[in-house]
T-cell receptor, first 114, second 110 residues
Framework: GQQLNQSPQSMFIQEGEDVSMNCTSS?????WLWYKQDPGEGPVLLIA?????ELTSNGRLTAQFGTTRKDSFLNISASIPSDVGIYFC??????????????FGKGTKLSVKP | NAGVTQTPKFQVLKTGQSMTLQCAQD?????MSWYRQDPGMGLRLIHY???????DQGEVPNGYNVSRSTTEDFPLRLLSAAPSQTSVYFC?????????FGPGTRLTVT
């Protein structure tokens, strides 16, 4: 099936640090979504992106739809302890896939530095 | 609005048993889907529905059945549970590109 490569797989944050993660694919997407999942909960939508080059913020979170339409980036500024969790990227393919079906990355796990 | 609700929250089955995972949404969304989440595998699509009476297979449909008799409900059936179906199951609904998830059902098959 289609693949989204999400990196890094995991990272440790110290309060106040900025965090960056990204998703890449060999396929073209017409929508990119970023979700956060807390332990024992379902993923919650953070940001949705609809066109190439789009830059959208949600509080301390900023996401960008890559100009090639094959990638997307999420940045978290001045991280706080409640940012800990798993972040997923997801996208709708331009070609292939079925209407409404999202392709998900495998997630980036944010943990607090010991 | 309650959004997307799922029951039960937790379930333990023995191999060969059957059960139905319930999912309901009150947002009048046409599109609903079921995913399973396993460690290191992310979310994988099991089945989906683009409207009442219409269902289709996703990436990992084997061992699961679905039906969509109403817009609101989209149950997932395991006819003969296997240990490989131990996972966390999420139901989602969407209108347009934004998909909203339920809280999940944690299933263990022994």
């Amino acid at each position: 099936g289609q693949q989204l490569n999400q990196s890094p797989q995991s990272m440790f944050i110290q309060e106040g640090e900025d965090v960056s993660m990204n998703c890449t694919s060999s396929s073209i997407f017409n929508t990119w979504l970023w979700y956060k999942q807390d332990p024992g909960e379902g993923p919650v939508l953070l940001i949705a992106l609809y066109k190439a080059g789009e830059l959208t913020s949600n509080g301390r979170l900023t996401a960008q739809f890559g100009t090639t339409r094959k990638d997307s980036f999420l940045n978290i500024s001045a991280s706080i302890p409640s940012d800990v969790g798993i972040y997923f990227c997801a996208g709708h393919l331009v070609y292939g896939g079925s209407q409404g079906n999202l392709i998900f990355g495998k997630g980036t796990k944010l943990s607090v530095k010991p | 609005n309650a959004g997307v609700t799922q029951t039960p929250k937790f379930q333990v089955l023995k191999t060969g048993q059957s059960m139905t995972l319930q999912c309901a949404q009150d947002m009048n969304h046409e599109y609903m889907s079921w995913y399973r989440q396993d460690p290191g595998m992310g979310l994988r699509l099991i089945h989906y529905s683009v409207g009442a009476g219409i269902t289709d297979q996703g990436e990992v449909p084997n061992g699961y059945n679905v039906s969509r008799s109403t817009t609101e409900d989209f149950p997932l059936r395991l006819l003969s549970a296997a240990p490989s179906q131990t996972s966390v199951y999420f139901c989602a609904s969407s209108q347009g590109s934004r998909q909203y998830f339920g809280p999940g059902t944690r299933l263990t098959v022994t």
